[in-house]
């Protein structure tokens, strides 16, 4: 199985701010990876697929870089919405596998 | 719109067996890959099990194998999910997914959209 893991796992930042979360897997997924944002209380939302493609309604502030084993999503200027957590998840191969989540926090 | 919307959820004994369902509408259901993940309290996304659109593909997490099956009737573009000798740890609130990205010939295995989830809560 593909491990999937993410840093930090919790990340305290302000409005406006600029943060990055990191994913690793534990081998090679290419760019099959994508990153999901889940607000309390309500299901997930995909934000990128294939490592850096925007979905579409996704604020361009969202951005996901990487491919092989390390992966990052990047939030250019925090805005209140934003404050959620968010999971990587790689579908090179099963079993599907999740990080285990990062809860952006003021 | 796309929507997908489960039920089924509830309260079981350990040993004991649930059935989830998902309506989807807004889409053209057999095309698509349907997919079951699960959230534990308080804890991560688990993905649990994902049928073809045409059902003859099937795959499951090994912490379900044997125990839950995952079905679907496209003419009533529903999909299931069979879950029998449940145990504490299938605890969880359950959702269903559908497929982002189809070709003829595949799907991509990344979700979207979500449904909003149904509960599932196993305890004597």
């Known amino acids: 199985d593909i491990q999937m893991t993410q840093s930090p796992s919790t990340l305290s930042a302000s409005v406006g701010d600029r943060v990055t979360i990191t994913c690793r897997a534990s081998q090679s997924i290419s760019s099959w990876l994508a990153w999901y944002q889940q607000r309390p209380g309500k299901a997930p939302k995909v934000l990128i697929s294939?490592?850096?493609t925007l979905q579409s309604g996704v604020p361009s502030r969202f951005s996901g870089s990487g491919s092989g084993t390390e992966f990052t999503l990047t939030i250019s200027s925090l805005q209140p919405d934003d404050f959620a957590t968010y999971y990587c998840q790689q579908y090179n191969s099963y079993p599907i596998t999740f990080g285990q989540g990062t809860r952006l926090e003021i | 719109e796309v929507q997908l919307l489960e039920s089924g959820g509830g309260l079981a004994q350990p040993g004991g067996s649930l059935r989830l369902s998902c309506a989807a509408s807004g889409f053209t259901f057999s095309k698509y890959a349907m997919y079951w993940v699960r959230q534990a309290p308080g804890k991560g996304l688990e993905w649990v099990s994902d049928i073809s659109g045409s059902a003859d593909s099937t795959y499951y997490a090994d912490s379900v194998k044997g125990r839950f099956t995952i079905s679907r009737d496209n003419s009533k573009n529903t999909l299931f999910l069979q879950m029998n000798s449940l145990r504490d740890e299938d605890t969880a609130i359950y959702y269903c997914?559908?497929?982002?990205?189809?070709?003829?010939?595949?799907?991509?295995?990344?979700?979207?959209?979500w449904g909003q989830g149904t509960l599932v809560t196993v305890s004597s």
């Open positions: 294939k490592a850096s």
């Open positions: 997914a559908k497929a982002a990205y189809c070709t003829s010939t595949s799907c991509s295995n990344w979700f979207d959209p």
